[in-house]
């Protein structure tokens, strides 16, 4: 059950044929707040659709129009997003805040995506967080938003971890980044530890290996984007 009683006027004409599924937080308390947000013609932002604390659902956006949820931002060699996307906001007052998702947002939000990914043809690897997509401005949907739980039902890319908090060498390090740059990971430009290549990694450690935000990458990290890789393109 979608509603349409709420709707934004923050949208205009895709460009590009939908590929991606980007999955947000709205950043508020409540729905009151995100509607707000997303229907503010100051602000303009927006959403296709849009999940309360109790599940429900509301489509904000139609879907055939290009909705103003992921700003700058890309995935491999594919820009403007926005033409590309549907943009799912989840209302959550963030990552700092603590407070996890409800299980009846994650319900919901599962049962939409079955549904999105089946109309539109979309590539498990195309089922992305804002922050893997603009990883220096966003931390979207946080690292307490369940993956593994969609991976459970079809949707995203997820390999358990084989824990190994080994340091890596430079050759490692050399081959964790040319890997995240192979998973789709933008703006990898060199190899060594500059603040873009650590916010970069953040934003994979946020989506793949939540333990190690904000520390450095290990063993642990290295193996994992392998294996990602491995069931990306077998």
Avoid: M
Avoid at 22 to 28: Q, V
Avoid at 165 to 179: A, H
């Amino acid at each position: 059950n979608i509603s349409h009683k709420f709707k934004s006027k923050n949208f205009d004409n895709r460009k590009k044929k939908i590929s991606f599924i980007i999955l947000h937080y709205t950043e508020t308390k409540n729905l009151n707040d995100a509607i707000n947000l997303l229907t503010s013609k100051k602000r303009k932002v927006s959403c296709h659709y849009l999940i309360d604390l109790d599940g429900s659902i509301y489509n904000l956006v139609d879907v055939n129009y290009r909705a103003w949820h992921a700003g700058e931002s890309k995935w491999k060699r594919s820009e403007d997003i926005n033409s590309r996307s549907i943009g799912v906001e989840i209302v959550n007052p963030g990552e700092s805040s603590l407070i996890k998702y409800k299980k009846k947002q994650i319900l919901s939000l599962i049962k939409l995506l079955i549904k999105l990914k089946e109309k539109f043809n979309i590539d498990n690897n195309n089922i992305l967080g804002h922050s893997d997509i603009a990883p220096f401005r966003k931390i979207d949907p946080g690292k307490h938003f369940p993956w593994k739980t969609l991976y459970e039902n079809s949707l995203g890319i997820w390999v358990d971890e084989k824990i190994n908090d080994f340091p890596l060498n430079k050759t490692q390090f050399n081959t964790l980044l040319k890997n995240l740059k192979k998973i789709g990971y933008p703006h990898i430009k060199d190899n060594k530890l500059t603040q873009n290549n650590k916010k970069i990694i953040n934003s994979f450690h946020r989506h793949h290996l939540n333990r190690l935000v904000d520390k450095l990458p290990t063993k642990a990290s290295l193996i994992k984007s392998n294996d990602l890789l491995k069931k990306i393109f077998d």
